[in-house]
């Protein structure tokens, strides 16, 4: 099947940088799109930026200008470079893609396990 990875969370201070990083593994015919949500305690998980296998972004209102997205369709790869960060960026931040796993354009949604970022003040 297939798995995603993240790394690159942490403990950070306000105005800092941190890159989160994702790689896909497994049987991959091609991937859609990629992108990052995040989720903070009590609140609802929701998308941060996406990026289409052709490199077009959509980003969330609040990481506008901030935070930039990017992908490695070689290294079925997924980036996220968060800087000027506040600490209500604070979340778990989860890898998501779209992934056709039998060659057929059928495509299908998986999510990482997640990783800390938090920012303090």
């Known amino acids: 099947q297939v798995q995603l990875v993240e790394s690159g969370g942490g403990l950070v201070q306000a105005g800092g940088s941190l890159r989160l990083s994702c790689a896909a593994s497994?049987?991959?015919?091609?991937?859609?799109?990629m992108g990052w949500y995040r989720q903070a305690p009590g609140k609802q998980r929701e998308l941060v930026a996406q990026?289409?296998?052709?490199?077009?972004?959509n980003y969330a209102d609040s990481v506008k200008g901030r935070f930039t997205i990017s992908r490695d369709n070689g290294k079925n790869a997924v980036y996220l470079q968060m800087n000027s960060l506040k600490p209500e960026d604070t979340a778990v931040y989860y890898c998501?893609?779209?992934?056709?796993?039998?060659?057929?354009?059928?495509?299908?949604?998986?999510w990482g396990q997640g990783t800390q970022v938090t920012v303090s003040s």
């Open positions: 998501n893609a779209e992934v056709d796993y039998s060659g057929t354009y059928s495509f299908y949604s998986y």
């Open positions: 497994g049987t991959i015919f091609r991937i859609n799109a």
């Open positions: 990026i289409t296998r052709n490199g077009r972004t």
